[in-house]
């Protein structure tokens, strides 16, 4: 099992930009498929972006081109850079764990609000 620890999240006028990070505590954090979700308020939680153990990438269409995941497998880390943020992409942001056929793992998340 894995523990997950988001920052980065805050209060950003439309059209700046976020940092997200996702810190992991174990110890092979390189195997495992990570992603970022997102759950605004009334709405059901929804997969934003998505960095698998091979580098490659998959993103929603709503944030594609502004928003990019990366990791660091030295830090455990998964970062999301968001640019260009429009008031649709508040939410908290929740970081995500595919631990393969042991289960997943979530993040207790951080918040994004955008100020139109």
């Known amino acids: 099992q894995e523990q997950l620890v988001e920052s980065g999240g805050g209060l950003v006028q439309s059209g700046g930009s976020l940092r997200l990070s996702c810190v992991a505590s174990?110890?092979?954090?390189?195997?495992?498929?990570m992603g970022w979700y997102r759950q605004a308020p009334g709405a059901q939680r929804e997969l934003v972006a998505i960095?698998?153990?091979?580098?490659?990438?998959n993103y929603a269409d709503s944030v594609k081109g502004r928003f990019t995941i990366s990791r660091d497998n030295a830090k455990n880390t998964v970062y999301l850079e968001m640019n260009s943020l429009k008031p649709e992409d508040k939410g908290v942001y929740y970081c995500?764990?595919?631990?393969?056929?042991?289960?997943?793992?979530w993040g207790k998340g951080t918040l994004v609000t955008v100020s139109s």
């Open positions: 960095i698998r153990s091979n580098n490659s990438t």
């Open positions: 174990g110890n092979i954090f390189e195997a495992y498929d």
């Open positions: 995500n764990a595919d631990l393969g056929v042991i289960g997943e793992d």
